[in-house]
């Protein structure tokens, strides 16, 4: 699955969100359990709807992704490590809790 990223996103995820990578980013939608979760708020809203998810990284690195699916890729939104309210609500829609 083709992953695109604009260049003011990837500034983001090397600045603010703790050097995200491409392959962390590629290992998180790999290693994902359950289903996505969709993020509905009135001030998020996008067309199709934002998905949202969180996983591991192959070293155990915690990442919450947000994107924009696509029937030929995803268009990243932002990726960082999620905050322990963030872990408990996606606890309903992952298959491994």
């Given at each position: 699955?083709?992953?695109?990223?604009?260049?003011?996103?990837l500034?983001?995820?090397?600045?603010?969100?703790?050097?995200?990578?491409?392959?962390?980013?590629?290992?998180?939608?790999?290693?994902?359990?359950?289903?996505?979760?969709?993020?509905?708020?009135?001030?998020?809203?996008?067309?199709?709807?934002?998905?949202?998810?969180?996983?591991?990284?192959?070293?155990?690195?915690?990442?919450?992704?947000?994107?924009?699916?696509?029937?030929?890729?995803?268009?990243?939104?932002?990726?960082?490590?999620?905050?322990a309210?963030?872990?408990?609500?996606?606890?309903?829609?992952?298959?491994?809790?």
């Amino acid at each position: 699955m083709k992953i695109d990223i604009s260049d003011r996103v990837l500034e983001k995820l090397n600045t603010k969100h703790g050097g995200v990578t491409l392959d962390e980013l590629r290992q998180c939608f790999a290693n994902r359990n359950g289903e996505y979760a969709i993020d509905d708020r009135e001030d998020h809203l996008t067309n199709p709807l934002t998905r949202w998810f969180i996983a591991e990284t192959n070293f155990g690195r915690k990442l919450k992704i947000c994107f924009i699916p696509f029937p030929d890729r995803v268009e990243l939104k932002t990726a960082y490590e999620p905050s322990a309210g963030e872990i408990a609500l996606y606890g309903k829609y992952d298959n491994d809790q």
